[in-house]
C-alpha cells in the first residue's frame, strides 16, 4: 500500500509539471525521464514464503498383548465314558477319573446321555479343588444345539460382568440377575467370564435342580 502511494504521489507530480509545461511552452523532457523512472521502477511483487505444513509424526496405537488364559481341562474318550454303581450312588467315569458321583440314578443317567449326544470329551474347571466353575468342551469348542427335555436358562453374552454384590463375587446379567457365584474369589470370577465370553456361551443348562449334580454350558 506504502508503494502505490508513492507511484501515485510521483505521477501526480509529473502530470502537473506536464500540464504546467504546456502552458507556458517549456520543451524540456525532465518529466519524460521521471515518468520512465516510475514505470520502470515499479515494485515487483514479494515473495511470500508458504509455510510448509509440518509433518507430524503419528503415534501408532500399541499393541497391548492380553494375558493368555490358562485354562485347567481333563480330556478323555467320549466313548469310554459310563456309570458305575459307587455304594449306593452312582458314578461317572471314564475307567480313569472319577467325573461326577450322583444321589440320583435318573440324573445320572440323564448326565450320561448329555455327554453322549454331544461328543463332550474334556471336562475344565476354574479353581481345584472345590471348582467354582466347571465346563465342558467338544473337541475345544462350545457344546452346539440343543437336546430334548434340557434344562437349560439363556442369557446375553453382551450383558453379563463380574459384580461384587453384598460381600460375595458373582458373575450377572444385567446387573441383576445372579447367574454364578464365586464367594470371595474375584480372580476366579473374572477368569470365568473370560472363559464364558472365548467359548460364547449362551446357555446354562442343569441337570436336577435344585444344586445339580451336573451342569454344563453351551450355546
Known sequence: MSNDRENNGVLGKIVTAVVIALLVGSTSPWWVEE??????????????????PKN????????????????????????????????????LTDDKSRMIL?????????SLNIIK??????????GRPDPSLEYWLVGGRAPRGSILNEDCISFNLSDIAVTQVNGRWKIVEGGRH????????????RQALAIIKKYGFTY?????????????LRN
Open 117 to 126: 449326544n454331544y461328543g463332550i470329551n474334556s471336562h475344565c474347571f476354574v
Open 178 to 189: 445372579s447367574m454364578f457365584d464365586f464367594a470371595d474369589k474375584e480372580s476366579e470370577a
Open 204 to 216: 446354562s443348562c442343569f441337570v436336577g435342580r435344585p444344586n445339580p449334580d451336573f451342569q454344563y
Open 35 to 52: 515518468l520512465k523512472k516510475v514505470l520502470v521502477n515499479k515494485p515487483e511483487p514479494k515473495n511470500e514464503t508458504k509455510l510448509e
Open 56 to 91: 507430524e509424526t503419528k503415534l501408532e496405537p500399541k499393541n497391548e498383548t492380553k494375558p493368555r488364559l490358562r485354562e485347567d481341562c481333563l480330556t478323555f474318550n467320549t466313548n469310554n465314558v459310563r456309570l458305575q454303581t459307587d455304594h449306593s450312588r452312582w458314578l
Open 102 to 110: 450322583f444321589d440320583n440314578q435318573q440324573e445320572a443317567q440323564k
